[in-house]
């Protein structure tokens, strides 16, 4: 299973995801495995993350970049169109024989900046998902988790502003996934984060840069639970 975060603040947009695969009945696992990767560069200014069947999106996102890399489609909306219809062909092509509530169940968050003719850039996050038959969900305020989201949904509520800088998204980011992983075996491994500003487009963080913030994270939690202790 996994965990995928995109939030958005002042100056730019984050995307995080854990990178745990899972086998089995999801009810009780029968193997784990940590070195799955969710996230990936789509342009200068889009990325994506997967949740759901990582095979299956790794090929559809290698798909994708053949066909971006010859049209050169830079923009988060530019971007939505072609892989919407990439993924629904695929799909189509893979499942003709499944109902759509039968096939495996897949979740793409589409994370960046869409391009007005003015020239001005707009952060746009899109969710598209095997359910709902990949029809593009837009979150009007760029924040969309998926995976397992239960435990996240409701720190979101409680830290989320904003006004928040990347630098504290990608705290938030690392924190939202931490803490569901200490709840549910279903997310786990090595985080993984990757901003998106209109100035420096998609960067991913080193693996070192993560668990600097995941440390510092660490020492807050310790100061809440002397806060409550009173010692």
């Excluded at 499944?98 to 007005?116: K, T």
Aim: with cysteine; proline share 5%.
């Amino acid at each position: 299973m996994t965990l995928i975060a995109t939030l958005q603040g002042k100056d730019g947009m984050v995307l995080a995801s854990d990178s745990r695969g899972t086998i089995g009945d999801p009810r009780g696992l029968t193997a784990i495995n940590d070195d799955q990767i969710k996230l990936f560069e789509l342009s200068r200014y889009c990325g994506i993350g997967v949740s759901g069947s990582s095979e299956l999106a790794a090929k559809i996102v290698d798909e994708l970049k053949g066909i971006l890399s010859q049209g050169g489609q830079t923009y988060a909306d530019e971007i939505l169109v072609q892989m919407r219809t990439l993924v629904k062909k695929l799909y189509d092509d893979w499942f003709a024989k499944f109902p759509v509530a039968e096939r495996p169940g897949l979740q793409l968050s589409l994370a960046g900046y869409h391009r007005e003719p003015s020239g001005n850039l707009l952060p746009r996050t899109y969710l598209l998902a095997s359910p709902a038959d990949f029809a593009p969900m837009l979150f009007p305020n760029g924040n969309c988790l998926a995976g397992v989201v239960q435990y996240a949904v409701y720190l979101m509520h409680r830290f989320y502003h904003p006004e928040m800088t990347v630098d504290n998204l990608c705290r938030l980011a690392a924190y939202l996934i931490a803490e569901t992983a200490t709840q549910d075996p279903k997310v786990g491994g090595p985080i993984r984060i990757a901003t998106i500003t209109p100035n420096d487009g998609y960067k991913e963080l080193e693996l070192k840069k993560v668990d600097e913030i995941i440390a510092l994270n660490n020492e807050q939690n310790e100061k809440l639970k002397q806060f409550f202790y009173g010692g």
